[in-house]
């Protein structure tokens, strides 16, 4: 999964990002259309180390996430000729962290330097509005050149239709994800990748002595919000766990942000986990919350998903409670399950298959 920092230039990802990797980035004013920066982070999920416990297994591996530093976006960028730069790389993330900047600096503050981070966040909205309008537009007009070839009318009406609803949408200042598109109708258009679809965390970037600000509600998908002081988290990085937890706790902070942030991002974007356990390997594996059996069976493989005959689920709470494998089978709490299962967050799966 790729979770992209965006937001205003000078809006404090960079310092951001450096709070959480292990290799720094220079804090210098982002070039946009640049590539963004880019490191892994682990998802810490006590239900695994449980299970890595359990198992003791050859290999241990955890979810993980992709993230991304992206350079600033200037207002008004998307309707500039440079557009396709900066937004065509933000477009293939699986998921948004905008960035708001609630503290005072005169360090590249891009034209205007008060503080306010609510109108930076509609700023923001009004910049992926525009982008969008944008790839639906030259769209339209691509659709109206095929619809001049018989053969091909019915798939260009069908498609023309969904992009008129998308572009209404958007023209009413209202996200993509908005659009009440049904999955059909979304799957003509997820090549799109628009931005008002995508699920976004906010995350206002507060002064060393600052409190959360209030925000606007805004026209994309905005799923969860937390707040944290870059700043501050870039000096708690650098130390040990140990004294990070008393340094942490000292400046009235329950958790650093290095530890929580993986987590809090992962299940404000609606991430879900599934794990897959034995002496082999335990492992969890990341899921959109809504996926179903099959979905999940093509994440460990291919062949998982194509020859899918059942899955066998056991809740992890139930491993948990009753402490092995053996004692979930007798109590029956092991479940077969179809295709079409949503699977759970922490259910256990093993696919039976056959290729
Ligand atoms: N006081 C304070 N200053 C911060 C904080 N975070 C970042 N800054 C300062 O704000 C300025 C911009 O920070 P960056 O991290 O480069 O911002 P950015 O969003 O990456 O900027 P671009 O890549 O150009 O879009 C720098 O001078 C930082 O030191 C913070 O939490 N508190
Ligand atoms: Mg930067």
């Not at 293939?92 to 708001?100: F, M, P, Q, Y």
């Not at 805004?218 to 990070?244: I, P, T, W, Y």
């Not at 399950?337 to 093993?350: M, P, Q, R, S, T």
Request: net charge negative; with cysteine; charged share 30%.
């Amino acid at each position: 999964m790729r979770i992209a920092l965006v937001g205003l230039p000078g809006s404090g990802k960079t310092t951001l990002y450096n709070a959480l990797v292990q290799k720094p980035a220079d804090v210098l004013p982002g070039v946009p259309g640049s590539a963004p920066h880019v490191s892994m982070l682990t998802v810490r999920d006590p239900r695994l180390e449980w299970l890595r416990d359990l198992y003791s297994p050859k290999k241990y591996t955890p979810a993980t996430l992709q993230l991304e530093d992206h350079p600033g976006i200037p207002p008004g960028l998307a309707k500039s000729d440079r557009r396709g730069e900066l937004f065509g790389r933000m477009r293939d993330a699986d998921g948004l962290v905008i960035t708001l900047r609630s503290y005072a600096t005169d360090a590249y503050a891009y034209d205007d330097p008060d503080v306010d981070p609510g109108r930076d966040l509609e700023l923001v909205a009004l910049e992926f509005l525009n982008a969008d309008l944008d790839i639906c537009e030259r769209r339209l007009r691509k659709l109206d050149e095929e619809w001049k070839r018989p053969k091909e009318r019915d798939r260009v009406e069908r498609e023309r239709s969904v992009v008129r609803r998308l572009r209404d949408t958007l023209l009413g200042d209202k996200g993509a994800h908005a659009a009440g598109l049904s999955p059909e109708e979304e799957q003509i258009v997820r090549g799109f990748q628009l931005l008002t679809a995508k699920p976004v965390v906010l995350l206002a970037n507060l002064a060393e002595d600052g409190t959360p600000p209030e925000l606007p509600e805004v026209a994309f998908n905005v799923l969860s919000r937390f707040d944290a002081c870059a700043a501050l988290e870039v000096e708690l990085a650098q130390l040990e766990g140990n004294d990070r937890a008393a340094f942490a706790e000292e400046l009235g902070l329950s958790e650093p942000l290095v530890d929580r942030f993986p987590g809090a991002c992962y299940r404000g974007l609606g991430l879900r986990s599934f794990f897959t356990v034995g002496e082999d390997e335990v492992r969890a594996w990341t899921i959109t919350g809504g996926s179903n059996a099959v979905q999940s069976a093509a994440k460990v493989h291919s062949d998982l998903a194509r020859g899918f005959i059942r899955a066998e689920v056991t809740p992890y709470e139930d491993l948990r409670s009753l402490g092995g494998m053996k004692e979930v089978k007798a109590k029956g709490k092991q479940r077969l399950e179809g295709k079409g299962y949503v699977v759970a967050d922490g259910d256990i799966l093993n696919i039976r298959f056959s290729v």
